[in-house]
């Protein structure tokens, strides 16, 4: 598990938002048992986290087009357990992780 902790820069419909994240990023293990005996090997990466934006979360979370700009931009989702009124949103990442 890769992790960020660090600024980024959100991006909700054409318009950014400073913001603080914390993410992970995950591959699950595949177990298997083909002839030759019990292999472990790398299944799907994904990734997810919290972003603390303060009194812009609402608009983030209102948005329909959402990216995070780290390294590189990605797109994501917003899920449940978030807090608007800390201005804390909880993600889910929709491909390839925005950090190295």
């Known amino acids: 598990m890769d992790t960020y902790d660090g600024a980024a820069t959100v991006v909700a419909d054409g318009n950014e938002y400073a913001c603080h994240a914390m993410l ?3 591959t699950e293990r595949i177990r298997s048992r083909p002839f030759g005996g019990p292999s472990i090997s790398s299944g799907r990466t994904s ?7 303060g009194g812009d979360a609402y608009a983030v979370y209102a948005a329909e087009d959402l990216q995070l700009r780290i390294s590189r931009t990605s797109s994501f989702t ?3 357990g978030g807090d608007l009124g800390s201005g ?3 993600i889910k990442g929709n491909n390839a992780a925005p950090f190295d």
Do not use: P, Q
């Open 78 to 80: 917003i899920g449940e």
């Open 24 to 26: 992970r990023r995950r």
């Open 88 to 90: 804390t949103l909880r």
């Open 47 to 53: 990734w997810d986290g919290t972003l603390t934006l």
